[in-house]
Every structure is written in structure tokens, then in C-alpha cells.
């Protein structure tokens, strides 16, 4: 009791905690997870506001060079549909997010290397000059040319989740990996001016507090704008099909010492917390969470995108999701975001993607 009580104080008072008072916080038991998620969600609340920020996600291929234990995507599961949209697909994809009045379309694929790097550079272009939207890039491990060509295109921001700080952990779930490569791309990402998220699973085989701290630990470490923190949930088609799941206790918890970790970070709450709970995006935003991503991908694939399985916006409609998400923003007081949604050291603002002066040490 005594070390939660003086690690909560210490990271609610802004204090940098370490890695044993991190854990200290996610052993949180029932009587003390409520003092958990109102402190996290009082410092969302000064940090990033109430606002919520919407974002547009476009799942635009399912084909993915890698072959990572724990997903559906992975290149040796054989039994998925593969699907590549169009350019013109992707682009009428980004018209209808902006049409709802989304600010940020979300670009996510497999590690596809099909879509070269300047058609991926085309097609930022051709939003950017049809629509005021920033453009986020989830495309997995690519060069740094690659990303200075997207970045130059007008790419706003880039989320390439580590998973896990672990090493170890790290090489066993994604054969031929190194978590150093995935660090200097991420390192890569701040170079060239990216608001540039990470982020990591919750539950994995083999996973511990302690290295769940050195998540958070490393997040903080290359200062993040954004941080997506979800469950591992099991794909029936995947080596890690029997293994168990992560929790929604242990992944809110996670969460809520995230925000505190990261006090200026946008933090999602994931489709994957809705899987584990109908209920999960609200519980999310009560502990920290400030963005939330409807997917906009064309319902005729949306169901091949699975990198886990019952994704709960599988049959969701756009404009039924947005309405109910606005609903429940008004239950909570919580107002939609009017703006892009940059992060708040990001010294651009106007949704282009071009940047002067800012440059990571």
C-alpha cells in the first residue's frame, strides 16, 4: 500500500517515477485502481485537455513481408484473404473521412513493400491538395529515405509500435527481428520531424510487470507524441493460438500509468479494449485516453484485416460509429477536437506536414 501511495503522489505531483515505482503502480489491486485512473485522468485533463480527437483509419493492404508469432497478418498464414486497394480506393477512402469531418486520416498496411515509396509519397500528396487532413503513417520498417520521401510528401505523423523493450521477448515473437533496428527507425521518425508514436501489447507470453515498466520507461525515453497501449489478444491462426490473453484490468492500468508517464502524449483508446469489453473505450477514456480511431476502411476487406481476431469495428458503419462515439463524448462531457490534433511540442499546426525549425536531439 505504502509504495503505491508514494508512487502515485510522485508521478500525479509530474515527478519522474522509476521502473520499480512504475510496477508499484501497475500491482494496483481493486481498492486502489479507482485512485489509479482519477489520477491519470486529472492529468489528461490538464495535460491534453477534454477534448478527443478523432481519427480516420484506412487499413489499406493485409499482405506483410513479416511473420510475427502473434499476428494475423503474418506472411505464413495462409488461410487469410490477401487484398491491396487501389490508389484511387485509398484516396476515396481519405475524401469520405474528411466529408465526416475527420481532421487526421490514419494509413496503416502490413509491411507491404508493393506500394513503393513514391506511390506512398503520391498519394499523401494527392489528400494533402484535395483535403485539409493531416496524414498519419503506420507502414511498419522501412529506409530512411523512405521516410524522409514520405515526410517531404507532407506525412504528419508515424506510429511504429516497438511491442516490447524486452530483447529477448522481442526476437522471439517477430523471427529475424532486432528491437535495435526498430529503435533506429523510430529514432529516424524524430530526426525528420515526425510526431512519431510507439507503443506495445499487454499480456504476452512471457511478459512481466517489470518489463511492461520498460515499456512506458522507453516511451518516455524517446518522448513520444503518441502511445497506443492494448491487449494481446490470440489469433486461432497463429503460433501463439493457445497462448493466453492479455487482460482489460492489466491493460487499463497500463494505460492510466502511461498517461502519467507521459503526461503531453495522445493515448488511443484501442479497438482491441473494445474486443475485450463493450464498454472498453469508455473505460479508457476514464483513465487517460484522449483519441479515439473509427476505421473508415472499405467495408468490403475490413474483414481481412485481422492481426487479432473478433475486431470489434468489423461491421461497424462510419457514420453510425461517429454517432455513437459523439454521443458517448457527450455523456462524458468530453467535446469533440476541432483541430488536427498535433501534438503540443509540434511546432507546425496547419495540417501540411511541412516543418521549420524543430529538430530532435
Known sequence: MEAFGLALQKASASEQIN?????????ADAEQMPALFAAADTVRSNTVGDAVHL????????????????????????????????????????????????RTVVLQSGEDLF?????????????????????????????????????????DRYLLKHETADERLFR?????????????????????????????MVGLPGQSLATLAEDILLMRDLNVEMAGIGPFLPHHATPLKSAAGGT???????????????????????TALCTLAPDGRRMALGCGANVI???????GVRDKYLIYPQKSDITEQPELA???????????????????????????????????????Q
Open 172 to 200: 522471439f515473437l517477430k523471427p529475424g527481428g532486432d528491437l535495435r533496428e526498430r529503435l533506429r527507425c523510430l529514432h529516424w521518425l524524430k530526426e525528420l520531424g515526425y510526431q512519431t508514436g510507439s507503443g506495445n
Open 115 to 155: 506500394y513503393s515509396a513514391a506511390a506512398i509519397a503520391r498519394i499523401i500528396e494527392r489528400i494533402k491538395q484535395k483535403h485539409d487532413l493531416a496524414v498519419t503513417l503506420s507502414l511498419g520498417e522501412r529506409s530512411r529515405e523512405d521516410y524522409r520521401v514520405w515526410r517531404e510528401a507532407g506525412a
Open 293 to 299: 480511431m473509427p476505421n473508415l476502411t472499405p467495408p
Open 19 to 27: 521502473q520499480r515505482e512504475i510496477v508499484a503502480l501497475l500491482s
Open 55 to 102: 481519427r480516420a483509419i484506412v487499413e489499406f493492404s493485409n499482405y506483410c513481408r513479416k511473420n510475427c508469432l502473434y499476428c494475423g497478418l503474418r506472411r505464413d498464414n495462409k488461410s487469410l484473404p490477401r487484398y491491396r486497394l487501389a490508389e484511387d480506393e485509398i484516396l476515396q477512402a481519405a475524401g469520405k473521412a474528411a466529408a465526416l469531418g475527420f
Open 248 to 270: 482489460l484490468e492489466l491493460t487499463l492500468k497500463t494505460l492510466a500509468v502511461t498517461r502519467l508517464c507521459l503526461p503531453g502524449a495522445h493515448l488511443p483508446a484501442t
Open 322 to 360: 461517429l454517432a455513437g462515439i459523439t454521443s458517448l463524448l457527450a455523456e462524458l462531457a468530453r467535446p469533440p477536437a476541432t483541430g488536427y490534433g498535433h501534438a503540443q511540442n509540434f511546432s507546425g499546426g496547419n495540417g501540411n506536414g511541412k516543418l521549420e525549425g524543430r529538430v530532435y
